[in-house]
């Protein structure tokens, strides 16, 4: 039942996570890049401060709490939420999707460095470099010409930031006592915060919404970043941040599909096969260790046996 549950909550997050780029698109018709972090910031924000109190929850009150609140909240949000929206003005959804799906090998890497991950399994790694094979495949990058630029460079950050959020928030906040809820929406309480200093950077400029970008507004805040990183936040306390990093590989199979369904985009036979080995590569990454075999048991040395008290 546990593992049918978490195979649940990471298709919900991959679909949510997934769709992100088509309402920060849509955004990005009326709104500055600065603007739509700051909007889904602060519809996120409040989407989960009403779950919250409807809960019964607090936020944490404790100030060492709120330091290490704020600094996830620049990594796993703000940042990564200002160079996605910055990087989608110049940079297509292939070179795009295979960039930001680099996350789980950042956070491998960093998981590494930093002591988090120990004991790395063969299948495991091997998931991991599978599931990025299968993300090249579908996007198939060297198909795309011209120069890349400042914008992929833009996603690349985020992508990182991603990684090293995960790792902060699994090592400093996971584990203390706090609800996932409550931490959740102090955390995009402190990114609204944050986006709301770079304003001045593009963010005051006059702006009319129509009703398809008030409509993009509201779902990239209330689902792709209130509810996802609630999300996130529930998947890293049950796996820890390498495995919730996993996600990353899901996005492009979850944007091909809503795009072949919702666009009439084209879809190929090597664009499914991709699909498959990104499947199978997240599956090998979410293998569980295998359990001792109940039949050794381990003795102690005959002298130690042949002791009488």
Not at 71 to 84: I, R
Not at 254 to 278: P, Q
Request: proline share 5%.
């Amino acid at each position: 039942m546990h593992r049918t549950w978490a195979w649940a909550r990471i298709g919900v997050l991959a679909l949510l996570w997934g769709s992100t780029f088509l309402w920060i698109e849509l955004s990005l018709d009326a709104l500055a890049p600065v603007q739509v972090t700051l909007s889904r910031c602060v519809v996120g924000s409040t989407t989960l401060l009403v779950a919250c109190l409807a809960s019964g929850r607090r936020l944490p009150r404790d100030r060492v709490i709120w330091g290490r609140i704020v600094v996830a909240a620049f990594f796993c949000n703000a940042l990564p939420f200002a160079m996605f929206s910055i990087g989608q003005q110049t940079v297509d959804s292939g070179i795009a999707g295979v960039l930001n799906a680099t996350t789980p090998l950042w956070s491998l890497l960093i998981g590494v460095a930093t002591g988090a991950e120990r004991g790395l399994r063969p299948v495991r790694l091997g998931g991991l470099l599978l599931g990025f094979t299968g993300v090249v495949l579908i996007f198939a990058p060297w198909q795309t010409t011209g120069p890349i630029g400042w914008g992929a460079l833009a996603i690349v950050a985020a992508a990182v930031s991603y990684a090293i959020g995960f790792t902060y928030m699994g090592r400093n906040l996971v584990g203390q006592g706090i609800p996932t809820i409550s931490l959740s929406a102090a955390q995009l309480v402190a990114a609204t915060g944050l986006t709301a200093l770079t304003l001045p950077a593009g963010g005051l400029t006059p702006i009319e919404i129509g009703w398809k970008t008030l409509v993009a507004v509201v779902i990239l805040g209330v689902l792709a970043t209130g509810a996802t990183f609630h999300l996130t936040y529930r998947t890293i306390a049950a796996e820890g941040a390498t495995n919730t990093a996993t996600v990353g590989y899901l996005l492009p199979v979850v944007s091909v599909a809503l795009g072949v369904i919702f666009l009439d985009e084209g879809f190929s036979l090597r664009t499914a096969g991709g699909m498959a080995v990104v499947l199978v590569g997240v599956a090998l990454t979410r293998l569980p260790a295998p359990r001792p075999r109940a039949d050794v048991i381990r003795r102690r040395p005959r002298q130690e046996q042949d002791v009488r008290p």
